[in-house]
């Protein structure tokens, strides 16, 4: 006897594969080049992304998922089920912190249209 199986029955949905609600922020900062920016400006990002991880964890709305430098640019990911808690997370430090003040946020709710938010 053959089974019939209804595609909606897929159990991997259920435990949350292939969801598409993740929500995602890029934070990004003009650096003084055209590349990568200096040694001090990468760690600068580096040590700020590490501080905005530590409070997007304890606020428990999303991960950090790492940085990205080029182009005179670099970009900090963060992800979660929420683009606007990670926003009311990080945007009061970001607000406080030297390199906030020029920094960008792409805040990407599900499928709409990406927001840019500027400090």
């Known amino acids: 006897m053959i089974e019939d199986h209804d595609e909606d029955d897929d159990d991997s949905t ?5 969801r598409s609600d993740e929500q995602d922020v890029v934070v990004t900062f003009r650096l003084s080049n055209r590349s990568m920016g200096t ?4 760690t600068s990002v580096m040590t700020l992304g590490d501080d905005l991880e530590a409070a997007v964890l304890a606020a428990r709305v999303g ?5 990205d430098f080029g182009c005179g640019e670099g970009r900090l990911f963060f992800a979660g089920m929420d683009a606007d808690k990670i ?3 990080i945007g009061p430090i970001l607000r406080r912190h030297p390199l906030g003040r020029s920094a960008t946020m792409l805040v990407q709710r599900g499928d709409a249209e990406p927001e840019t938010v500027k400090f």
Do not use: W
């Not at 040694?39 to 990468?42: S, V």
């Open 14 to 18: 259920e435990a949350g594969f292939g």
């Open 39 to 42: 040694n001090q400006e990468r």
């Open 63 to 67: 991960e950090y998922d790492g940085d």
């Open 87 to 89: 926003v009311a997370v």
